[in-house]
């Protein structure tokens, strides 16, 4: 048995969880979120707790434990409390702006970028080169910052680029020649 998926998961108050079958509807202060379950794992409810288990003992369905177990978790913290990453923009000129529910990205191309969000999903902006993406979801949050990150990722000679705000970029050095 995985011990990860052993562990009991608390709902806290103020989230609502629901279990039909296969779908698990998560609905908080922060947004809803739903899911369907692989078919060889098991939800039970009893109380503010949620349990989950293998159906059975095969190899197979002990694949999924851990897993659907932490998706879940993550879906209840999404909703209770919400997810962030924060992006800075590094380089001279490199900007960006709100438009709309998107951005407008000034990444040293010739012409400005835009991001549009996905739904669930929200973008800010602070001082211009901090972007700020939020949301319930972990995986749209995650996927939302690494599609901007790939707007523009860091090159390895000056750090230039669009990065995550604690990823540190091990830079390389230029060229050393000189006539001889």
Avoid: W
């Avoid at 003992?57 to 997810?83: Q, S």
């Avoid at 040293?108 to 973008?123: K, T």
Wanted: glycine residues 12%.
């Amino acid at each position: 048995m995985s011990r990860i998926g052993k562990k009991p998961i608390t709902v806290p108050s103020g989230v609502e969880v629901k279990i039909e079958g296969s779908l698990v509807k998560v609905k908080g202060p922060k947004g809803k979120l739903e899911r369907t379950l692989h078919r060889a794992i098991k939800v039970a409810q009893e109380g503010s707790t949620l349990t989950v288990s293998p159906v059975a003992d095969t190899k197979e369905n002990k694949k999924f434990h851990g897993l659907t177990r932490t998706l879940i978790a993550n879906m209840i913290d999404g909703c209770h409390k919400g997810y962030e990453r924060r992006l800075t923009l590094v380089g001279v000129g490199y900007r960006g702006a709100k438009q709309g529910k998107g951005l407008n990205l000034s990444l040293g191309y010739s012409h400005p970028v835009y991001f549009e969000a996905v739904e669930g999903v929200d973008l800010n902006v602070d001082k211009n080169t901090t972007i700020i993406v939020t949301g319930a979801s972990k995986e749209h949050v995650g996927e939302t910052a690494a599609k901007i990150r790939s707007l523009r990722p860091p090159e390895p000679y000056h750090g230039k680029g669009v990065r995550y705000e604690d990823e540190r970029i091990v830079t390389k050095v230029g060229k050393s020649g000189g006539k001889k």
